[in-house]
Every structure is written in C-alpha cells, then in structure tokens.
C-alpha cells in the first residue's frame, strides 16, 4: 500500500506542533505559580530528545533504519537534539549525527541503543515534574474544564500520532514499531507523570523542588 509522505510529514508536524503549544502553556502556568525562572525552551528541549528516543526505537524496531526514517527524525530536533546530548555525556567518542547514523558501525549502534534507556529516564525525570504539578492542581486551561491527567493523555497522544506516522514513512510499517512506539512512551513518560498523579509523591497545590538539567 502507497502512502502519501508529505501528507504523512504534515500530520506529523500538526501532532509537534500541537504538542509543543500545551507544554508552552503548561511551563507558563508552572512558572506564574512557583516563580521558576527556568526557560520553555529547556522544557521543549527535554520534549524534543524523548520523542527522538521513541522514535529511534520504532525505526530500528524491524531491525532496519531507513534514510527515510533518519530524515523524519531530524525534523523533530528544533530546540534538542538526543544525539549531541548522547555524545556530550556519555563514553561513546564517535561522531553521532542523524545524517550517519544509519551507517554506524554495529558495535557503535549497539552501545548507543544500549545508553538510550538510561538517558531517556534522566531527561523524563526533570521534563515531567513541573508539567505533572500543573496537569494535577489545574482544572482550567483555555476555558477548557479538564481532570488529572488530561494533558498527559494529550501529550501522549501526539507522540503515539508522530511515532505511528513515523511507523508508515517508509511505507513499510510494521505491528513491531507501533508496538516499540507505544510501550516506551508509556513506560517513559506515562510512568513517571502517572506516579506523581497517582498522590504518592505530589498532592494537591505541592511542587516539587527539581533541578532542571
């Protein structure tokens, strides 16, 4: 079955786009209240290198990563990029770019997909806290009455429309990717900001005294 790419690239983009506009707004909220003076842009960073991880993790999911597959991934590394954070704080020394990553060495793609979990849970830790805190104590948001939780299931649900695009860009897309796709942004995200609604470590009107790095 043939897919239309740039319509496949739009919705994509609608989905980031959609979801960089909540977070913009949850930060704001975040930071009127608390009086944190910590940029969005570092928040939307944070966002920026666990959609990438997820969506590396669909690509290679089939076992192949297709240029294509490489090009869509960079289209969503405007305030963040995993790679250079990878290669800034970890011990793998080569030249990590998502122009080349397609052609690393086996042993370099295996010690990267290795790191990967460990350094999406640090930059979920300090993305999600102070979006958890608003999506908790707020229930007015654009005169929309939300509940606990909503805006995680929104956020959610972006990332799941992007990787599942991202699953069809090659035209190829396989019940493996959604399936890699799905479980990580779930274990990820959802397990972090579902633990922090669920009242055992943030009650109502409580902010947590994080450090954004």
Not at 148 to 167: C, H, T, V
Not at 181 to 187: D, L
Request: proline letters at 3%; hydrophobic letters at 40%; a negative charge.
């Amino acid at each position: 079955m043939e897919y239309d790419r740039q319509e496949i690239l739009d919705k994509a983009a609608m989905a980031y786009s959609h979801a960089e506009t909540t977070i913009r707004a949850m930060d704001g909220v975040y930071q009127n209240v608390t009086g944190s003076t910590y940029e969005a842009e570092l928040t939307l960073a944070q966002f920026d290198m666990i959609l990438q991880g997820v969506l590396l993790s669909v690509a290679c999911a089939d076992g192949v990563f297709d240029p294509v597959e490489q090009d869509f991934i960079k289209l969503f590394a405007m305030h963040g990029d995993l790679l250079d954070y990878i290669k800034r704080t970890s011990d793998i020394k080569v030249e990590l770019t998502w122009d080349i990553i397609a052609s690393l060495p086996a042993d370099v793609a295996e010690a990267l997909i290795e790191v990967l979990p460990q350094v999406l849970d640090e930059q979920c830790s300090s993305f999600i806290y102070p979006l958890a805190a608003v999506d908790f104590s707020y229930s007015q948001y654009g005169g929309v009455i939300t509940s606990p939780g909503d805006f995680l299931r929104s956020i959610e649900s972006d990332m799941i429309q992007i990787a599942g695009l991202l699953a069809f860009v090659d035209s190829e897309g396989t019940d493996d990717e959604m399936c890699a796709a799905v479980s990580m942004i779930y274990e990820l995200e959802g397990k972090h900001w579902r633990d922090l609604l669920s009242g055992r470590s943030l009650g109502p009107g409580q902010y947590p005294n994080s450090s954004i790095q």
